[in-house]
């Protein structure tokens, strides 16, 4: 099999896959398993380390996650009027480096505390630990792209990454052509980041849906209470 089937298999029908299993998977699992529809506390356990770090790793995380959702999937229309691909993505690598260290830091804690505390560990299932290593690993190739990117600064690298999750998006898979020449630490990135869609719904990664919910229950109708 050439490298261009594998590129069209990793980077153009992957992607569909984890996002049906993680919209599909989470559905069942709320119909099915509403019990299991939680992340397990441990606040008991370690509690200043857990605050600590919890809070790095949302605070750093969120950031990460906004700028990745405005930045590539922002029209090109709507951001050249103000900047220009290389200051676009120059604002990227400042602001994502920033906020990824953040996140790194705070999940490292989480990490070593879960991992060194024996009463903690041995009440972590295997999934815990392994959601810990892909979320530390997919932070750590997204904090690698930024000296890479230090080498080519004219921002094309930024628009072909821009455009392939524009097509991603847009139900075009043949954008998986546009990563054929792209340095392999974008390709690992892209592809850990899908993976992570692909097990959220079996590990405790789900209860990010909860969150998510949050932002709809502020806009809920108004209780009526009747007093008797």
């Known amino acids: 099999m050439n490298n261009s089937i594998w590129n069209t298999l990793l980077f153009g029908v992957y992607p569909y896959i984890c996002m049906t299993v993680l919209l599909l998977g989470s559905l069942i ?9 939680k992340s397990d506390s441990s606040q008991l356990l370690r509690r200043k380390q857990l605050r600590l770090g919890s809070n790095l790793f949302h605070f750093g995380i969120l950031i990460v996650i ?6 590539f999937l922002a029209p090109h229309w709507m951001v050249s009027p103000f900047i220009n691909a290389s200051q676009h993505q120059l604002l990227a ?7 990824g260290i953040v996140a790194i830091v705070g999940l490292t804690i989480l990490f070593y505390r879960r991992l060194s505390d024996p009463r903690i560990r041995i009440n972590s299932a295997n999934a815990d630990i392994l959601v810990l290593v892909l979320l530390w690993l997919q932070l750590a190739l997204g904090l690698l792209t930024v000296p890479l990117s230090l080498q080519h600064m004219d921002g094309v690298m930024f628009e072909t990454l821009s455009d392939y999750v524009k097509g991603i998006v847009t139900f075009n898979p043949s954008v998986a052509a ?7 630490v ?4 892209i592809f850990l980041g899908f993976t992570i869609f692909l097990v959220s719904p079996f590990t405790r990664l789900v209860h990010i849906w909860s969150g998510v919910a949050t932002v709809a229950y502020l806009g809920r109708p108004h209780q009526i209470v009747r007093k008797r």
């Open 93 to 99: 690598m400042a602001g994502g480096g920033a906020a």
């Open 66 to 71: 906004a700028g990745h959702f405005v930045g």
């Open 29 to 37: 699992r709320f119909d099915r398993e509403q019990y299991t529809w």
């Open 186 to 189: 974008y390709k690992m990135h």
């Open 178 to 184: 546009l990563l054929v020449g792209v340095p392999l």
